[in-house]
């Protein structure tokens, strides 16, 4: 039987269809990314699968058990960790995740047994008797995903743990999803980071504006977008004028910032020759050239006609 079970599933806010007929399929012990920009109806849909949230419309299972008539079955077969952990400042480290083994009703013994293994899973005994308040941003994130593990969940929803994460906190929640589910749990992982789905998941959907717009294996939906593409960065010259010259070549895409050209390559590393010339006889200085094979970023374009724009700024980022 499939871990989750999406048929229609809808929600609105008012005049606002957040959720439009979503429907999906997650077999039992895979990775499943679920990919979008902000707002595109990510979070929406998990607060309803892990029972946060009524629908409005449609239908959904998790681990067996349908999300409305049986939500008390359905809390206790998942673990849950949202984009923003709801972590008390005051406790320790310890202190929450004994917490959360007595909510789970897991006995004394077995429950501080439970804590202190999932703390040194994810790397946190040390400061396990610290107050939480003094946390950075990446040890909180692991310790409320040692949270979510305590009762040993079917499946385990992760709703963009890695956001503002930097690049070592981002690399060791990665490796703890993995081994997660190489003891067979279920990860549902929402994220916005493509590599991110690229390098975790099993299987992929792309929601955009509260719908599906794709779905597969990372490398069956970059193999249905075909061809690679060249990347141009000018170093000097009209945009418009380049991509007037690259439209004779090759189909443009949408550019990712405003000095760069990207133009599908249907000929692969055969057609760059073409470009350099073209733009050499148009009097247009290139600083870089790349020719970039297929990506679930191009993917993304090819569905919606835009790119998912990710927050990059250091103020984001929070430290291991």
């Known amino acids: 039987m499939p871990a989750i079970v999406v048929e229609g599933l809808q929600r609105s806010f008012d005049e606002v269809l957040a959720v439009?007929?979503?429907?999906?399929?997650v077999e039992e012990g895979e990775i499943f990314g679920f990919l979008g920009p902000n707002g595109a109806g990510k979070t929406t849909t998990?607060?309803?699968?892990?029972?946060?949230?009524?629908?409005?419309?449609?239908?959904?299972?998790?681990a067996g058990h349908d999300v409305i008539k049986q939500a008390r079955a359905v809390r206790a077969s998942i673990g849950v960790a949202l984009q923003e952990a709801a972590l008390d400042p005051l406790m320790t480290g310890r202190e929450?995740?004994?917490l959360q083994a007595t909510l789970q009703g897991l006995p004394g013994a077995e429950g501080k047994r439970r804590a202190d293994d999932l703390l040194e899973r994810v790397d946190l005994a040390a400061a396990a008797d610290?107050?939480?308040?003094?946390?950075?941003?990446g040890m909180k994130r692991r310790l409320d995903l040692a949270a979510a593990l305590v009762h040993g969940p079917k499946v385990l929803f992760?709703?963009?743990?890695?956001?503002?994460?930097?690049?070592?906190?981002?690399?060791?929640?990665?490796?703890?999803?993995?081994?997660?589910?190489?003891?067979?749990?279920?990860?549902?992982?929402?994220?916005?980071?493509?590599?991110e789905a690229d390098q975790l998941a099993d299987n992929v959907a792309i929601i955009d504006s509260g719908r599906i717009v794709a779905e597969g294996t990372p490398d069956s939906l970059k193999t249905e977008i075909g061809n690679p593409h060249i990347q141009l960065q000018l170093a000097a010259g009209s945009i418009a004028e380049a991509e007037k010259v690259c439209a004779e070549?090759?189909?443009?895409?949408?550019?990712?910032?405003?000095?760069?050209?990207?133009?599908e390559a249907t000929n692969g590393a055969a057609d760059i020759p073409k470009v350099v010339r073209a733009l050499d006889d148009a009097g247009i200085a290139v600083e870089s050239l790349e020719l970039v094979r297929p990506t679930l970023d191009d993917v993304f374009v090819a569905k919606t006609g835009h790119h998912i724009k990710v927050p990059t700024t250091s103020s984001a980022v929070a430290s291991a």
Do not use: C, H
């Open 130 to 137: 610290r107050r939480v308040g003094g946390y950075s941003g």
């Open 46 to 62: 998990v607060r309803m699968l892990t029972t946060l949230l009524l629908p409005t419309g449609g239908r959904a299972t998790v």
């Open 249 to 263: 070549v090759g189909r443009l895409l949408p550019p990712v910032d405003g000095r760069m050209v990207l133009v």
């Open 20 to 25: 439009q007929g979503v429907d999906l399929n």
């Open 96 to 98: 929450l995740i004994r």
């Open 158 to 195: 992760l709703d963009e743990p890695t956001t503002g994460l930097d690049p070592v906190s981002r690399k060791t929640i990665w490796e703890e999803v993995r081994t997660l589910n190489d003891e067979g749990t279920t990860v549902f992982l929402t994220t916005q980071y493509l590599e």
